[in-house]
């Protein structure tokens, strides 16, 4: 099942925040996220494990609400080089099963 | 490393023929997985491999077969073409990640540059 992201599209001014959110209705061990730029394949972000470890850029950051099922990811002072689509992706425990949400559209303008 | 390569680019069938797109990788990696993206839809798992001989269904396996001889190649066959198959299909592969609360998890997924498939 997909988890569920929102919203679903975002446009910021360059420098702005945004926060982008992920859900799911059963228990998750891992969320993992993900940039795509147009034509091109998904580029990995962080991943987010339940016990609260991370791996990912320095310069992303993300929460992960083992309780609520939920993660969100920050992006901060936004950049135009930030514009993209944000897929979250989602693992239960003991299976290896990436499944990822329908995306949610980033424009930053200048 | 040439990292996760498939084949062909594009493609373009005629309903009914079946055809097999092409994925290795050279990292050694244990998990590969492949997916569809349609558009408003994400990233949809079509199979995914956490081993050698060793398969399983994602979300939207029918239609769809793969097998996994090798921890380089995990080539997706279709087996007759239909239209609603139209759509750009992405190869992935990684390692796993072990967590300290015992779980294992799959770690940086590194994608192919994607297939363009077009059936008429």
């Known amino acids: 099942q997909q988890p569920v992201q929102s919203p679903q599209a975002v446009i910021l001014r360059e420098g702005e925040d945004a926060v982008i959110n992920c859900s799911s209705s059963?228990?998750?061990?891992?969320v993992h996220w993900y940039r795509q730029k147009h034509g091109e394949a998904p580029v990995f972000l962080m991943i987010?494990?339940?016990?609260?470890e991370q791996k990912g850029h320095e310069k992303i950051s993300a929460s992960f609400n083992e309780k609520k099922q939920q993660s969100s990811l920050y992006l901060t002072a936004s950049q135009l080089s930030y514009s993209g689509t944000y897929f979250c992706?989602?693992?239960?425990?003991?299976?290896?099963?990436?499944?990822f949400g329908t995306g949610t559209r980033l424009t930053i303008i200048p | 490393n040439a990292g996760v390569t498939q084949t062909p680019k594009f493609q373009v069938l005629k309903t009914g023929q079946s055809m097999t797109l092409q994925c290795a990788q050279d990292?050694?990696?244990?998990?590969m997985s492949w997916y569809r993206q349609d558009p408003g839809m994400g990233l949809r798992l079509i199979h995914y491999?956490?081993?050698?001989?060793?398969?399983d269904q994602g979300e939207v396996p029918n239609g769809y077969n793969v097998s996994r001889s090798t921890t380089e190649d995990f080539p997706l066959r279709l087996l007759s073409a239909a239209p609603s198959q139209t759509s750009v299909y992405f190869c992935?592969?990684?390692?796993?990640?072990?967590?300290?609360?015992?779980?294992?998890?799959?770690?940086?997924?590194?994608f192919g540059p994607g297939t363009r498939l077009t059936v008429l």
């Open positions: 992935a592969s990684s390692s796993t990640l072990s967590g300290a609360s015992g779980g294992i998890s799959t770690d940086t997924q590194y």
């Open positions: 059963k228990a998750l061990y891992s």
């Open positions: 987010l494990l339940k016990g609260g």
């Open positions: 992706g989602t693992e239960n425990f003991g299976n290896e099963k990436l499944t």
């Open positions: 990292m050694n990696h244990e998990y």
């Open positions: 491999s956490v081993g050698a001989g060793i398969t």
